[in-house]
């Protein structure tokens, strides 16, 4: 099993549209969670870090289930420029990063 | 604005080949790192440097080596390339090793091909 599990899509949705992607993990010790974006032939860049209580940040919305062990983004009102792919990183201990295959997200007109 | 540099962007290399890829860091991160990125398995953590002197293997380690040269650069080096090597590689650098809100800064990338 992989340490960091996503549904890779894609997901295509139209513009307006709110849609939710969910990112599995396997490590229970895991003290640090983060969405990162990544678009095609680009480098990652971070989105949100996602915190126990949930956080938004804009037309973003970030949770975090610790014992179901899973994280989950949510976007509203979809953008075109939302298109990317979505990345799931986990923080398993304080030495490295691990990161999910990604979600690809295309809004369309 | 420079970030995390990163050279070359694109290599070719023939197999049993050697290379050097260079990266550069300007925000006096203390930690930095090399990742490789293939469909569908995400990103995987190849060597990182939590701090200056010192490297440590991740997830795939075999086939490279890595130099921490000094607070800003660290290098990723293949002995002899190989095709199974084709991918394309991350360097980042955070403020510290992991940790809740660190955050990871990436080079933009270099896409390298063993033929």
């Known amino acids: 099993r992989k340490e960091v599990e996503q549904d890779p899509g894609p997901f295509n949705v139209p513009e307006g549209a709110t849609v939710a992607f969910n990112c599995t993990y396997s490590?229970?010790?895991?003290?640090?969670f983060f969405w990162y974006r990544q678009d095609c032939r680009k480098e990652p860049k971070l989105l949100m870090s996602v915190y126990s209580s949930g956080n938004e940040d804009g037309r973003f919305t970030a949770q975090l289930n610790r014992a179901s062990q899973y994280i989950s983004l949510l976007i509203r009102d979809s953008k075109l420029s939302d298109s990317a792919t979505y990345l799931c990183v986990v923080n398993p201990n304080n030495n490295d990063m691990r990161f999910g295959a990604g979600t690809r997200l295309t809004v369309k007109p | 604005n420079a970030g995390v540099t990163q050279t070359p962007k694109f290599q070719v290399l023939k197999t049993g080949q050697s290379m050097t890829l260079q990266c550069a860091q300007d925000?006096?991160?203390?930690?930095m790192y090399w990742y490789r990125q293939d469909p569908g398995m995400g990103l995987r953590l190849i060597y990182y440097s939590a701090s200056e002197g010192t490297t440590d293997k991740g997830e795939v380690p075999n086939g490279y080596n890595v130099s921490r040269l000094n607070k800003r650069e660290f290098s990723l080096r293949l002995e002899s390339a190989a095709p199974s090597q084709t991918s394309v590689y991350f360097c980042?650098?955070?403020?510290?090793?992991?940790?809740?809100?660190?955050?990871?800064?990436f080079g933009e990338g270099s896409w390298l091909t063993v033929v």
């Open positions: 980042a650098s955070s403020e510290s090793a992991g940790g809740k809100g660190n955050t990871i800064y």
């Open positions: 490590n229970s010790a895991s003290q640090s």
């Open positions: 925000m006096n991160h203390n930690s």
